[in-house]
């Protein structure tokens, strides 16, 4: 019952992580308007053919050969994808002869993807995507069947445990950030065993990290700890596998990684990749199993963990409202949910704060004030 993000936003974002220079979408300029305004923050270039009441019934591949080599005049692009629309798609644009006609010196990708009419879920615009990088020699084989599985499992999880279970869920912004705050730091330093889990999706890492960036250090008054990797039963688990992913999705995982590291935060086990979010809480709930915690605080997409076979207290930090109730219905014992995580990590290339973060910093300020 809820709106989705379409399939055409889905192309967006996947050209987007193939490291697109421009995207041309084939369409009304109205077409995904935000989304492609919020991909200029991000260094692509998102340009429209403006189609006309007269397009949808005369076609518009004159208009689009235009569009598209005033593009690649403007941008001098290495890779530029075309993506189609509602209105290109229905009326059946070829997006390939504007191509080929043009000869142009480089890559450029045609996607047929528009928002309905039998497309499907919206990750089948990100599938489009990857079949068009296969066929173009942008990716292998191998990758694009490893990225379509993801995509399937994670639309799985939406559907069974997140928000796209098809009944209508009224927006929550969870539990008191202040509160759960202080029963986070109250239990590391009283010594419990505390576990936090980066379970992130690509870009929004940079936000959902932030929670894991905090000094807890500092609650200490005692020598022999510096920082958080000195505390001892304080447990960091992430999805930052450097290895994995398509180019930009890789370099979120190095860029977070290395300010984890140089704050003095050292990830004792990597999950997988920052694509794999469906997957990788299963080598996180065992790792969790052999820890024992007493409080588990899990970031990003906590729906994705098994949170009901855990035997101890549960946070879940999430950036959807109405996440927050499914959440609750899983099993977590507090939830908090972060707005806007998409906007505010678009462009960006290191750590952000967080509302969550900021909070936790802010209890561990006071903690020390009153002591």
Wanted: one cysteine or more.
């Amino acid at each position: 019952m809820h709106p989705r993000p379409s399939p055409i936003a889905a192309s967006l974002y996947t050209l987007r992580d193939l490291n697109a220079d421009v995207i041309v979408m084939h369409g009304p300029h109205g077409c995904c308007f935000r989304t492609g305004r919020l991909l200029e923050s991000d260094g692509v270039r998102v340009v429209t053919t403006a189609m006309a009441e007269n397009d949808f019934i005369l076609g518009a591949g004159e208009k689009l050969q235009e569009t598209l080599q005033e593009a690649y005049d403007t941008f001098n692009p290495k890779l530029m994808g075309i993506v189609g629309t509602c209105a290109s798609m229905i009326i059946g644009e070829d997006l390939k002869e504007p191509i080929e006609n043009l000869g142009l010196d480089c890559v450029v990708l045609p996607v047929e993807s528009h928002g309905g009419f039998g497309e499907g879920d919206n990750t089948e615009g990100a599938i489009a995507v990857l079949n068009a990088a296969v066929e173009y020699g942008v990716i292998p084989q191998e990758e694009a069947d490893r990225q379509n599985e993801m995509l399937r499992l994670a639309t799985h999880v939406e559907k069974t445990r997140g928000m796209a279970q098809g009944k209508y869920i009224k927006p929550n912004f969870g539990h008191s950030k202040e509160k759960v705050a202080r029963i986070i730091v109250k239990a590391i330093k009283e010594g419990k065993n505390v576990a936090f889990v980066l379970n992130a999706k690509k870009e929004t890492s940079y936000l959902f990290a932030d929670i894991l960036n905090c000094d807890f250090s500092r609650l200490f008054d005692d020598d022999n700890i510096n920082s958080n990797k000195d505390i001892e039963n304080l447990h960091f688990i992430a999805n930052l596998d450097e290895n994995i992913g398509l180019p930009r999705i890789r370099q979120h995982a190095v860029n977070i990684t290395k300010e984890l590291n140089d704050t003095g935060i050292d990830i004792e086990c990597i999950t997988g990749g920052l694509d794999e979010y469906p997957i990788t809480p299963r080598k996180a709930e065992e790792y969790l199993k052999e820890i024992k915690p007493d409080l588990v605080i899990v970031a990003g997409v906590p729906h994705a963990l098994y949170v009901e076979e855990l035997d101890c207290e549960t946070v879940a930090v999430t950036d959807g409202p109405r996440l927050v109730q499914p959440l609750n219905e899983l099993g977590y014992s507090h939830v908090i949910a972060e707005l806007d995580a998409h906007s505010k990590t678009l462009g960006i290339d290191s750590i952000v704060d967080s509302d969550f973060g900021m909070m936790i910093r802010s209890v561990i300020e006071w903690e020390l004030e009153e002591n």
